[in-house]
């Protein structure tokens, strides 16, 4: 809030705490403020205001609209930048994965250890049945038979 002499106290809207008004400002940027007259770049606010009003002759009111619409611009860019990154994560969950058949051989080989590994525990009966069966479908669509 420096400088506000140079706009005259009935220039600044404040809100309810006394801060200036609220612009939106991309952080990473770390504030840099570029006239649309001239491009100037100007490193705050404050200098901003006193550029426009010195260097370009513009009204505080005309001022005070640009920062609103540019504040409600970039808003709105925010918004949809968030949607859009909202959506890629969901598009992302729903992708199919394609396996390559030598995945899908390292797979078979895999599970064919682990069923040789159980063997002696389940030599009773047939309760490596669904795991011999899941490693025939996956054989079957690995040799392009499915």
Not at 35 to 44: G, I, P, Q, R, S
Not at 68 to 78: G, M, N, T
């Amino acid at each position: 809030m420096a400088d506000h002499a140079a706009w005259g106290d009935d220039m600044i809207d404040l809100d309810r705490e006394g801060r200036e008004p609220m612009v939106y400002i991309d952080w990473r940027q770390r504030g840099n403020f570029k006239c649309d007259h001239c491009e100037k770049v100007l490193k705050t606010l404050d200098g901003l205001k006193s550029h426009m009003k010195n260097v370009h002759d513009v009204s505080a009111d005309a001022l005070r609209s640009k920062l609103k619409s540019d504040q409600k611009a970039i808003a709105e860019a925010e918004k949809a930048r968030r949607e859009s990154e909202r959506r890629e994560a969901e598009a992302r969950r729903h992708r199919k994965v394609v396996l390559t058949t030598a995945e899908i051989d390292e797979i078979v080989t895999e599970l064919n250890s682990l069923i040789d590994m159980m063997e002696a525990y389940y030599s009773q009966g047939d309760c490596d049945k669904s795991a011999r069966d899941l490693i025939d479908r996956l054989e079957a669509k690995a040799d392009g038979r499915s």
